[in-house]
């Protein structure tokens, strides 16, 4: 009976700060995740759910420069998913959540924006590292919902640079190294 308890306490810690498995809905016909250096943006757009207050607006998407979850944390390095709606007529009112370390004064775990996911072409999505408070290491997990429908939920490791050289040198971030 002891040995029961001290598993199940054991256990607790890890059971307590697991995250939700990533996964895709069939309301989504194509699902991509990876890394953006930082595209030239054409202002923001308000997001009172987020640290910052706003989200960027981009005119030309980014390619990923890799398709890997493991993220160097550094200012100007973004992550994110391409995703497309299996209904032509696309998902609108979506709510996007990223759950992450804390970070901040206030020391947040989750920041929440809305957009919509086209269904003619990938529409991306993506948190981009611009203020030294968010370069926090650990698991980031990105999840969209239309109402009750989770559409998707994909998780991101962000690293100390030196941890990811290569992804932290693609961007341009190689003296961030030394």
Excluded at 22 to 44: E, R, W
Excluded at 67 to 82: D, L, N, S
Excluded at 95 to 123: E, K, V
Aim: glycine fraction near 8%; charge should be negative.
């Amino acid at each position: 009976m002891i040995m029961w308890r001290t598993f199940l306490f054991a256990l607790f810690p890890v059971m307590a700060s697991a995250q939700a498995p990533d996964m895709v809905s069939p309301l989504i016909a194509s699902h991509a995740a990876g890394i953006i250096c930082a595209p030239s943006t054409s202002g923001t757009s308000p997001a009172p759910g987020t640290v910052a207050g706003t989200t960027h607006l981009i005119d030309i998407e980014p390619d990923f420069v890799s398709t890997k979850r493991r993220v160097p944390a550094v200012r100007g390095i973004g992550f994110g998913i391409k995703a497309q709606a299996a209904d032509l007529f696309g998902i609108s009112n979506v709510t996007i959540t990223i759950s992450h370390p804390a970070m901040g004064d206030l020391r947040a775990t989750s920041q929440s924006f809305g957009t919509n996911i086209s269904g003619t072409d990938p529409s991306l999505t993506f948190y981009q590292f611009d203020f030294d408070y968010e370069l926090v290491t650990g698991f980031w997990q990105i999840e969209a919902a239309s109402g009750a429908d989770v559409l998707y939920r994909t998780t991101f490791e962000v690293l100390p640079p030196d941890q990811v050289p290569e992804l932290a040198a693609i961007c341009g971030f190689a003296k961030l190294l030394s």
